[in-house]
T-cell receptor
Framework: EDQVTQSPEALRLQEGESSSLNCSYT??????LFWYRQDPGKGPEFLFTLYSAGEEKEKERLKATLTKKESFLHITAPKPEDSATYLC??????????FGTGTSLTVIP | DTGVSQDPRHKITKRGQNVTFRCDPISEHNRLYWYRQTLGQGPEFLTYFQNEAQLEKSRLLSDRFSAERPKGSFSTLEIQRTEQGDSAMYLCASSDTGTGGMRTGELFFGEGSRLTVL
């Protein structure tokens, strides 16, 4: 069964304290792995797509990486405005996207 | 604004009433998805359309839920005889078919329609 697991569930960081979020997955025929940011009461906002193991994408303080079993979202020197829930999703052989439960990130000034 | 729009943003209804949500996708996107999200959970797949055809529907979806996408443009999601357990954020997303081959387009979400069933 296709499955996506994110860890940790919640993460509190001091401003400037770098860390990583994990997304592990088991899918048959990965077509893509996606990272989203979601602010309270809003829809998820697209961040990155990764298609194959070894691929990396960067945007400002965020960097996403992909292996055959997991993806990491690295946050370098975070700021309070990076506080949000970060969601990981995978698309398998069909056209469904399966989401994890997210990591709630709080960055303290 | 050419993003995904959803209406209404908030709906409060009494148990047993019917509700309908509308989604207008990004105009050039041919795929449209409906998701449901409850507090502390990730979005849960409900159904998706390619153009006007409903291609997949979650096995967990009650027959009280129905979705349409006439003419392959906007979509509606109707919930009949609402129950308190239907209270959630209903998210609509659209995508294109990607850059060819196995590559696929990412989902772009609307702001959601929050349903509260009393």
């Amino acid at each position: 069964e296709d499955q996506v697991t994110q860890s940790p569930e919640a993460l509190r960081l001091q401003e400037g304290e770098s860390s990583s979020l994990n997304c592990s997955y088991t899918v048959s025929g990965l077509r893509g792995l996606f990272w989203y940011r979601q602010d309270p009461g809003k829809g998820p906002e697209f961040l990155f797509t990764l298609y194959s193991a070894g691929e990396e994408k960067e945007k400002e303080r965020l960097k996403a990486t992909l292996t055959k079993k997991e993806s990491f979202l690295h946050i370098t020197a975070p700021k309070p405005e990076d506080s949000a829930t970060y969601l990981c999703a995978v698309q398998a052989a069909g056209n469904q996207f399966y989401f994890g439960t997210g990591t709630s990130l709080t960055v303290i000034p | 604004d050419t993003g995904v729009s959803q209406d209404p943003r908030h709906k409060i209804t009494k148990r047993g009433q019917n509700v309908t949500f509308r989604c207008d996708p990004i105009s050039e996107h041919n795929r449209l998805y409906w998701y449901r999200q409850t507090l502390g959970q990730g979005p849960e797949f409900l159904t998706y359309f390619q153009n006007e055809a409903q291609l997949e529907k979650s096995r967990l979806l009650s027959d009280r839920f129905s979705a349409e996408r006439p003419k392959g443009s906007f979509s509606t999601l109707e919930i009949q005889r609402t129950e308190q357990g239907d209270s959630a954020m209903y998210l609509c997303a659209s995508s294109d078919t990607g850059t060819g081959g196995m590559r696929t387009g990412e989902l772009f979400f609307g702001e959601g329609s929050r349903l509260t069933v009393l």
